[in-house]
């Protein structure tokens, strides 16, 4: 059976395991990350002719497995494995491979081999066999690659987690710099001057329709090998990816000055203080200060802009990712900044949340080049996208929808209020060159003003029953259903306050509104169901997910009150939690339901059967569909044991008194009511306590009976379930996972947010209508009322002289 992506993932995060404790996650990653690419390009290319690694004879991951145990096998390791490979391919470097035989971080003698062993073991599993691996795109090793540098990332620290880029990000820039729409071919030119990993650049060279040739320099030794293994991972391995320092010595330059190309991207350290170390900032050879002025010593972050600036072509586009104080800082900034907007090389600007990177926590901004407009530009489009995010752990993430978002509205160029908007020069001007988005794009929640005059006479203002506009449109005469004059400008709720849900949902237009948004779903669901009934084995899971997605959001786009984006997340994150390994089962094996054994290891090294599973068709899935009679009769049977169980804690409680029926038992279970039973079974002044302790008695059977019931009844429909899978017909199995697993949830979701939706027009009304129910008068007259009971009451308790002393 097909490996899952979430198994392969967390396969390979546990082998983490083995070298926790001896070195902190920025080095043991390379441990791992470097087996991961040894068994890859040993499945991949090992024994293969003219492959773009070579594999030497002796240097497989094979040959490794068989140094397992040696005393010495670290040293082994890096003679017989790593030093072959580096000799026979040019793009690999000595310095891109850790020492395996290190003992300040594997440990000395047995320990070093038990650990090294045991690494080498979790990747010889046999999931783990990756010679048919695709590499079109859809490299499920590629992704293990991203999963893997992320959670080291994340575990790194803020010191040590800038050697990744953050996927989502990477996928904004690559589809706003346009590759995708550009004609490219072998001679498109992709560089990222300060690449880390690689996972920006592969990233862009994902986005464009042909092979393109990507250039990468990294100024860690140990990074940029990284990066050479993950362009080989992502099928990219004639990808030039050179080590050392990019403003001191950039290592792609011709005749002496540095090259230039069609894309340009960046994730440069955030205000880098030693950026001029080794520069020339007076006489920079490569002129890429000349025209916009030296940025200041201590502060590096135009350094790297204007380096892209002067390595693109004067058709490139380019994007690099920068701290916001890039937008506003001034004096030699200033000037620079400046100087780039004068020349219309700033094509725009979008605004990220906060704590996205793993280096800082710190808002950042995607500056965004464009050299061949640069002339006639009379404007920057600016993107404030700061709120668009969720808390995953310590860090902040962008969902799908918030890149969807950012990705359509840039590259459309569309004006959204508190969101987007394109500034002319003129204004920027005004603003003395300063670009800092919340001047001139408004992302503030609007506040939600108290009015005066509805809380000291009454009424609620017509401008609250206003700002839901969008409601009354889809359901006009919703709101005089709702909402009766008052006075001028102001109005009362006709309905009392609890019943304004059920005015609501039972209104025709509403009912109608979610009756005709059903239909509408149901006819997205006929057409895609067929298509994804006639997936076949092989097929591109990540393709079709993004057919899928775009459908859906084409399909919701314009819908009254409902966010297409919203819809859209809904399927994006079933997707990630369920749906994605459903589609890698069907890739690799077709529309074939399986069934096997859950074995749980326990903690002292013994194994438990905790039954069987099916992953693509659950259990539950076949009961719901096939054996609803022996659902319902379980169902039948647990509602009774669980009234006989309720009516049997009721009488403990009601007999449980010191003098009562279960007073004297220091437990009450079947023994001490038996023993007490069989004590006072002749006492006739116990009559009443026996009569009690025999009724618990018999709930007790009759619980106890129920649940053995239910047992059996259990097994036996877990053996009808489990005996049904192997006759199942393929399109039943496509029945079941298209329409009874996935379009259900879909379904489901998406019916969620439109809950969500009407609910909070319920809320909305009902908040308001008690913001406002009581004026000050009526609650001045409340307190009079109350003060006069109180001293009432005060003057019945002899307290009258002390009533008149107050007043």
């Known amino acids: 059976m097909a490996l899952k992506k979430s198994e392969l993932y967390s396969s390979l995060w546990a082998s983490c395991d083995e070298l926790r404790g001896g070195m902190d996650a920025s080095q043991y990653k390379d441990y791992v990350l470097v087996l991961l690419f040894l068994k890859y390009i040993s499945d991949k290319y090992a024994g293969q002719p003219y492959a773009p690694i070579t594999i030497p004879d002796g240097s497989s991951f094979a040959d490794m497995t068989r140094l397992k145990g040696a005393t010495d096998v670290g040293d082994q390791i890096n003679k017989k494995i790593i030093a072959p490979l580096v000799a026979a391919n040019d793009q690999l470097d000595r310095s891109d491979f850790p020492d395996f035989d290190d003992a300040s971080k594997l440990g000395d003698g047995k320990e070093k081999s038990e650990r090294l062993t045991n690494l080498i073991a979790i990747f010889e599993s046999r ?11 859809d490299d499920i090793l590629g992704d293990a690659y991203e999963y893997l540098m992320r959670h080291f990332a994340t575990e790194s620290g803020k010191s040590k987690g800038q050697f990744y880029t953050p996927a989502e990000i990477s996928r904004i820039m690559a589809k706003i710099i346009g590759i995708h729409d550009a004609k490219t071919s072998s001679n498109t030119t992709v560089n990222d001057p300060t690449c880390g990993s690689g996972s920006l650049l592969l990233k862009v060279g994902d986005e464009a329709t042909t092979s ?16 050479r293994m993950n362009m080989i991972l992502h099928n990219n391995p004639t990808a030039l990816i050179k080590q050392g320092n990019t403003l001191a010595d950039p290592k792609f330059t011709t005749n002496g000055l540095v090259d230039q190309f069609d894309f340009v991207v960046a994730n440069p350290p955030f205000s880098d203080k030693r950026w001029s170390t080794g ?3 007076e006489n920079d050879p490569h002129g890429r200060f000349d025209g916009f002025g030296v940025p200041p010593g201590k502060q590096g972050d135009y350094a ?13 586009t380019g994007a690099c990712i920068l701290p916001h104080g890039v937008l506003f800082r001034g004096n030699a900034e200033a000037a620079i900044r400046k100087n780039l907007i004068r020349k219309g090389y700033i094509q725009g600007v979008i605004g990220l949340p906060p704590n996205l990177f793993y280096g800082t926590g710190i808002p950042a901004c995607i500056i965004v080049i464009d050299k061949s407009g640069a002339a006639a530009r009379r404007g920057i489009f600016m993107v404030d996208a700061s709120s668009g995010l969720i808390k995953d752990g310590p860090k902040n993430r962008l969902r799908s929808q918030d890149i969807h978002k950012i990705v359509d509205v840039f590259n459309n160029q569309i004006d959204t209020p508190g969101y987007a908007r394109m500034v002319g020069f003129d204004e920027i001007e005004k603003n003395e060159f300063n670009l800092n988005l919340p001047r001139y794009i408004d992302s503030g929640q609007k506040e939600d003003t108290q009015d005066i005059s509805a809380h000291l006479i009454g009424g609620i203002p017509v401008a609250d029953v206003d700002a839901l506009q969008g409601y009354w449109d889809v359901c006009p005469s919703l709101r005089d259903c709702l909402f009766t ?3 001028s400008g102001y109005v009362d709720l006709s309905v009392d306050k609890a019943d304004v849900k059920t005015a609501i949902y039972d209104h025709a237009e509403f009912s109608a509104f979610i009756d005709g948004m059903k239909k509408h779903f149901a006819k997205w669901r006929k057409k895609q169901s067929a298509e994804l009934r006639g997936l076949v084995a092989g097929f591109n899971p990540k393709q079709k997910i993004d057919e899928l997605s775009e459908s859906l959001l084409s399909h919701y786009h314009g819908k009254p009150l409902i ?10 994150d079933y997707w990630a939690e369920t749906m994605q390994d459903d589609a890698y089962l069907i890739a690799a094996d077709g529309w074939v339901a399986e ?9 002292n090294g013994k194994e438990k059967d905790k039954g069987w599973a099916c992953d ?3 259990k539950s899935l076949i009961v719901a569909r096939y054996f609803v009679k022996e659902q319902t009769a379980i169902e039948k049977l647990n509602a009774k044991m669980e009234m006989l169980a309720s009516e049997q804690t009721e009488l403990e409680e009601e007999h449980g008194g010191e003098d009562d029926a279960f007073g004297s038992l220091d437990k009450i279970n079947k023994a001490n009511v038996a023993a007490r039973i069989k004590e006072i079974k002749d006492d006739p002044e116990s009559t009443d306590e026996l009569k009690t302790l025999k009724h618990w008695q018999k709930l007790y059977d009759g619980v106890a009976k129920s649940k053995k019931q239910i047992k059996d009844a259990e097994n036996e429909l877990d053996k009808l379930a489990h005996d049904k899978y192997p006759g199942l017909t393929e399109d039943e199995i496509k029945t079941l996972v298209v329409e009874d697993k996935w379009m259900t949830t879909i379904a489901a979701e998406i019916q969620g947010e439109m809950d969500r939706v009407s609910n909070s027009l319920a809320a909305r009304v009902k908040e308001l209508a008690e913001r406002y129910d009581a004026p000050v008068t009526t609650l001045a007259s409340r307190v009079g009322d109350l003060e006069s009971k109180v001293n009432e009451h005060l003057r019945k308790m002899g307290f009258e002289a002390e009533l008149k002393g107050t007043g």
């Open 279 to 281: 520069v020339d900032v």
């Open 563 to 572: 966010s297409h984006y919203d819809v859209y997340q809904h399927l994006m």
């Open 595 to 603: 069934t096997y054994r859950v074995i749980e290891k326990m903690k």
């Open 127 to 137: 999931a783990l066999d990756f010679s048919k691996n695709r590499a079109d795109g």
């Open 212 to 227: 393109v040739t990507l250039n990468g320099q990294e100024k860690d030794a140990a990074t940029s090998g990284l990066a």
């Open 304 to 316: 790297y802009l204007l380096h892209i600036v002067r390595t693109l072509k004067s058709t490139g």
């Open 616 to 618: 693509l068709v659950p």
């Open 485 to 487: 004059s008052n006075r």
